[in-house]
């Protein structure tokens, strides 16, 4: 029960924040020194969000396809001879801090929302190119003869059996690439990409605790509710197949 | 025609187009954007364009020996580099000392074909546990024998690097305290949490539940949250001042960082424990042991494999998000990142992030040998 | 009828498969028996070609399997394995209905079907249909694979160790109804186990397989009592001898007139049944119901070889 009413009462008390912030003043006020400003105005915290989510379900988006697509191609055919490479590299990858990677992108694509959107991306591929390599290569051998047997063409056994099976690992990995992109779409407002972040840097700058606490009270609420929808989309996948 | 090895091919098509894109950048000061120069403007440059060259496309055939691949590899890496520092000695007019030649896409693809050249021939060779760890010894002796001869000093990287090397060792200092000193911090705390929840089931749930939230919340936010909330400690709390307890400098940081560690430690020392075998428990219980003796002489150390992996998390984790540390003033590389980052100067930026990615590239290979080593001790 | 002539199959040189040859009559059911890596299932596999042949023909109704796309053979040819290999995604339904989905019934004739081989094989249409593969016992899971093979009426049936993964009480239900659904659908079946009582309790015919060599092919009397080689006589091993001999025949085949005490025994029980009767009731005769007799002296003499 707990599990189900905490996220919701946090999704509906973020909601009503991002629409009227201004009736949440007096809940930061205690933390403004000199009277600063309780609220963020300079941009609405709406809009912001609403960049922030877009930025991030646009890079994990292109991340699952290209991730996809990578681990397809290097489960068949002549692609095989990749998979060895293509498990060191993504090995390696992970180990490059998501922040350095955004900072390298910037002497390419300069600052604003590319560099962020790109970054995001890359790092994003790993997690789940890796985890949709995991669901498509551990598949129960008599379910992959069964298809064989049963007269599929790759093509149908891709899509009918490969596929469905590798879905729980794949929402998986698109979890971790959502969480990580949220967080570091955050600090993707120091290269001048509109997130959340800028209301923390605010703050930071200011010396407002106020601005830091509530930039960082909805970023983190939001990850804790993308995290809790794809886990529950997860479990659902996963018990459909019993394997919960 | 021989059968080729498609990797190769990648690598070869990677690598030939940075012989084609200019190698290095040549920028009147270090602000403002540079005009490429390529390999072949350089002196020797047509020789090492055709050397090159012919180590990417040699490597193509599928017969081609792996120590050939990874020879002809390495070889690529270092001539790309001396390069990269002979056009920073040769291109600025002598006296010109604003002038800056930073590496531009052709010397960053170079190093992509090159190193994934290397990954590719290490995977063939499948070398033994103790050959990596002397590759990788020689691969950190190589590259610091290169940063020390001053052969790249004219690099504009190493030209940021000579006007605040003081400060660049102090903030080295930072970076490794923070991320090393969370990582300790995290193992205190967590390995015995992870046991008294492998004692005790139903603290499993919320204690896990609570670890989750904290690894979800966005870096910078539980970066930002803990200036004010361990300055409200620092005020309120009696006595914490003396203990180290701020709300600003490098203690929110390792606290953030010590936070985001714990999940790992205490999930994988818990996955470690569960992970022996009833029978091997039981065995120990029927010996004799008591339960004190059970857990230090059979479960931690049957468990030190999943444990090891979760350190190698950590550390590499903590290594990334420690630049963040940049940010809230709390020290280490992000310092040189975010300043530059604000003075538009892509050099600075390198500065900070080239040191960040070379430690936690370093540490992930040298934890992911470790763990292998005490697999096979424990097999 | 199926042919299989001169198939062979190299692997690294070494040769698993050896030139065998054998023909299965239409609505016939064939066993291959053998120890591990006698060859047994790498045959099985070429004949829907899971495994290409090295060399050798397979033709199905005198078309050679060789000149059609695997794919579009794999769907005439029904496959069942042990551990069933359900699609764990899809329902019971949903599993069964692959071939004719594969083949594009429309959908009527589909659910009608489902229902049919769910009716068939005992399980209640409305009760299983949308249950999912985990949600099955073994013996409930084994029967939808059997069904799932068998769904878009193939000419040939293909069994791989069908019941290796259920226990002995299951599995002698299973085998009887295997065989009664056979003989009702005249479906042609070979049939691959490690086990001679499951071979000689369900083949028309017997093919005895060694280092990948067809050691004998035969119907199972022969078998039992005129083995090829002594790798066929080890399988069948001596003790077991007379009394699997005596289970290839029921009562109704032995029954003479006369008369017996004690209670009687149904004609369809084999001779194996009615000689443990006779040894535990201490009788030397039994009455057989709907009239007749069956005695020790002729179930002894059945007993030998002739």
């Not at chain 2, 709390?330 to 892509?346: D, H, I, P, S």
């Not at chain 2, 990615?357 to 290979?365: F, K, M, Q």
Request: aromatic share 4%; hydrophobic share 55%.
């Amino acid at each position: 029960m707990i599990r189900r009413i905490l996220p919701a009462l946090a999704g509906l008390a973020l909601l009503a924040f991002l629409i009227s912030p201004g009736s949440f003043a007096p809940l930061f006020q205690p933390f403004t020194r000199n009277n600063a400003p309780a609220i963020y105005t300079q941009t609405s915290l709406l809009s912001l969000t609403l960049s922030h989510l877009a930025i991030v379900a646009l890079a994990v988006a292109a991340s699952t396809v290209a991730g996809l697509v990578l681990a397809i191609l290097v489960t068949r055919g002549a692609g095989r001879e990749f998979l060895p490479l293509a498990r060191t590299v993504t090995a390696v990858g992970q180990t490059f801090p998501p922040v350095a990677v955004l900072a390298l992108a910037v002497p390419v694509l300069g600052f604003g929302t590319g560099p962020t959107l790109v970054a995001l991306f890359l790092y994003g591929l790993l997690p789940v190119f890796e985890n949709a390599l995991a669901g498509l290569s551990n598949q129960p051998a008599p379910v992959a003869e069964a298809a064989r047997a049963m007269g599929l063409t790759p093509r149908q056994r891709l899509w009918q059996i490969d596929l469905p099976l590798a879905l729980p690992l794949l929402l998986a990995g698109m979890r971790l690439t959502a969480v990580i992109s949220l967080g570091t779409a955050t600090i993707g407002s120091t290269v001048a990409a509109r997130t959340l972040g800028e209301v923390i840097i605010a703050g930071l700058l200011s010396s407002n605790t106020a601005f830091v606490l509530q930039g960082g009270l909805v970023v983190g609420i939001l990850a804790v509710l993308i995290h809790h929808a794809f886990q529950a989309a997860e479990v659902r996948a996963r018990r459909r197949m019993g394997l919960d | 025609m021989p059968r080729l090895w498609p990797p190769a091919v990648l690598f070869a098509m990677i690598g030939l187009a940075g012989l084609a894109l200019p190698l290095v950048q040549f920028k009147a000061n270090r602000i403002v954007p540079g005009e490429g120069v390529g390999l072949a403007a350089l002196p020797h440059g047509p020789w090492v364009m055709l050397g090159l060259g012919a180590a990417l496309v040699l490597a193509c055939p599928d017969r081609w020996p792996a120590v050939a691949r990874l020879a002809s590899a390495v070889a690529g890496l270092i001539a790309a580099t001396l390069m990269l520092g002979m056009a920073a000695s040769h291109l600025p007019p002598a006296g010109n000392s604003l002038a800056r030649v930073a590496p531009a896409s052709g010397f960053w693809l170079l190093v992509l074909a090159f190193g994934l050249m290397v990954a590719d021939a290490v995977n063939r060779l499948r070398p033994s546990l103790a050959l990596r760890w002397v590759m990788l010894a020689g691969a950190v002796a190589l590259a610091a024998g290169i940063l020390a001869s001053g052969l790249l000093d004219g690099v504009s990287v190493m030209r940021e690097y000579a006007t605040r090397r003081d400060l660049f060792g102090r903030e080295a200092q930072a970076h490794l305290a923070l991320a090393f000193g969370s990582l300790g911090l995290a193992l205190l705390a967590g390995i015995p949490l992870g046991i008294a929840i492998f004692q005790v089931r139903r603290w499993r749930g919320p204690v896990l539940g609570v670890l989750n939230i904290l690894q979800t919340i966005p870096s910078l936010a539980l970066f930002g949250m803990m200036i004010p909330v361990l300055g409200w400690v620092a005020a309120t709390v009696p006595g914490a001042t003396q203990a180290g307890v701020s709300g600003i400098g490098t203690f929110p940081a390792l606290v953030a960082l010590f936070l985001y560690s714990l999940l790992p430690v205490v999930s994988n020392t818990l996955a470690g424990l569960s992970g022996v075998p009833a029978p091997t428990r039981e065995a120990a219980v029927g010996l004799g042991m008591t339960r004190a003796q059970v857990m230090a002489q059979v479960l931690l150390p049957l468990a030190l494999p999943v444990l090891l992996a979760a350190v190698r998390i950590v550390l590499v984790q903590n290594i990334g998000l420690a630049v963040i540390a940049g940010l809230i003033g709390g020290g280490g590389f992000g310092t040189f990142v975010f300043q530059g980052l604000g003075q538009t100067a892509m050099d600075l930026v390198l500065l900070g992030a080239l040191p960040t990615i070379a430690l936690a590239l370093v540490a992930g290979i040298a934890l992911d040998l470790l763990v292998q080593g005490t697999r096979r001790g424990a097999a | 009828m199926i042919e299989i002539r001169h198939l062979t199959r190299v692997y690294d040189g070494v040769p698993v498969v050896n030139d065998v040859s054998l023909t299965i009559g239409t609505g016939e059911l064939a066993v291959l028996v053998g120890t591990s890596g006698s060859g047994k299932t790498t045959l099985l596999r070429m004949i829907n070609r899971l495994v290409q042949p090295t060399s050798g023909q397979v033709l199905v109704e005198g078309v050679d399997t060789a000149t059609l796309p695997a794919h579009l053979l794999r769907r005439r040819i029904g496959y069942a394995i042990q551990g069933h290999g359900l699609f764990p995604h899809r329902t019971v339904a949903q599993n069964i209905a692959t071939v004719p989905r594969l083949l594009g019934w429309p959908r009527a004739r589909i659910d009608a079907r489902v229902d049919e081989l769910l009716a068939l094989f005992q399980l209640d249409p409305a009760t299983f249909r949308n249950r999912m593969p985990h949600q099955l016992s073994g013996g409930q899971a084994q029967r939808v694979g059997v069904a799932r093979a068998l769904a878009a009426k193939p000419d040939l049936l293909l069994m791989d160790e069908p019941f290796g993964a259920l226990d002995p009480l299951i599995r002698a239900k299973a085998q009887a109804d295997l065989r009664a659904i056979q003989q009702k659908l005249g479906t042609t079946l070979i049939l691959v186990t490690h086990d001679m009582q499951e071979a000689v309790d369900l083949g028309d015919r017997i093919a005895v397989m060694d280092g990948g060599r067809l050691l004998q092919y035969d119907h199972p009397a022969r078998i039992l009592t005129q083995p090829a080689a002594p790798f066929v006589r080890d399988l069948i091993g001596a003790t077991d001898r007379p009394l699997r001999l005596l289970s290839l025949k029921t009562v109704g085949d032995l029954a003479q007139p006369g008369d017996a005490e004690g209670p009687a025994i149904p004609p369809e029980a084999t001779l194996h049944d009615a000689l443990a009767e006779c040894l535990w009731t201490g009788r030397t005769a039994l009455p057989v119901q709907g009239g007749g007799i069956v005695t020790l002296d002729a179930l002894r003499a059945e007993a030998r070889p002739r």
